[in-house]
């Protein structure tokens, strides 16, 4: 579960595209967007995974100079797609490197909450002008999945805490930035580290 939960946040934050599928044409979807109560016709790509028993959908929705994105898991090809109305956004000109939180169409900023169809939360977070300081990932049954802490308004995790059916924490990613790479240090809920990665940054160069 903690990895379809990872694969999904980066693709919520991530501003490239997914190629065209074939066979995206046989979907029969339907899009129900939160902010207006009414069913719509956006844009969106599925990334295919061919070992797995789940895709993965990306929904792009326009508002003002802004394309907001909304990812998950895609089950039957009937499937009704509910967009939430907190979602992360960027800038819709070419290689644009603005971006933002918005809910429907407010920037985010303080406390904000979303919440499923049933009632029960989705996410909440703390913004600051858009730029996230913490955001808790809520199960539909209303117990908490996740916890991300952000660094300095930025995109980049400083560390993230991830939780059981219980709301019992299962263990924590701690992060550390660098210019041209990112340490990743996994630990179980004791505190014992249970693993090490490093993930490198590509750093375009001026011509």
């Known amino acids: 579960m903690k990895t379809v939960l990872k694969s999904i946040f980066l693709l919520i934050i991530s501003f490239s595209c ?5 066979g995206k044409e046989n979907l029969n979807l339907v899009f129900y967007d939160d902010c207006s109560n ?19 959908i990306t929904v792009f929705k326009e508002i003002e100079d802004w394309t907001l994105q909304f990812s ?13 109305k907190i979602l992360f956004a960027g800038g819709n000109e070419l290689h644009s490197k603005r971006w933002t939180y918005l809910n429907c169409e407010k920037v985010c900023d303080g406390k904000e909450t979303d919440f499923y169809a049933n009632g029960n939360k989705r996410t909440q977070g703390t913004y600051e ?5 913490e955001i808790k990932e809520f199960r539909k049954n209303g117990t908490l999945r996740a916890q991300y802490f952000y660094k300095n308004l930025t995109l980049n995790y400083e560390r993230v805490d ?10 924590y990613e701690i992060y550390k930035n660098k210019k041209r790479k990112t340490i990743i240090k996994t630990f179980d809920k004791n505190g014992k580290l249970t693993n090490r990665k490093t993930e490198k940054h590509y750093i375009e160069r001026n011509k």
């Open 38 to 56: 009414q069913i719509i016709k956006p844009e969106f790509e599925v990334l295919y995974m061919p070992h797995s028993t789940y895709d993965l």
């Open 72 to 84: 998950t898991t895609l089950k039957t090809k009937n499937d009704t797609i509910r967009i939430p």
């Open 162 to 171: 991830y939780y059981d059916e219980n709301e019992n924490l299962e263990e």
């Open 129 to 133: 002008n858009g730029k996230p300081i």
């Open 18 to 22: 997914f190629s065209q599928n074939s």
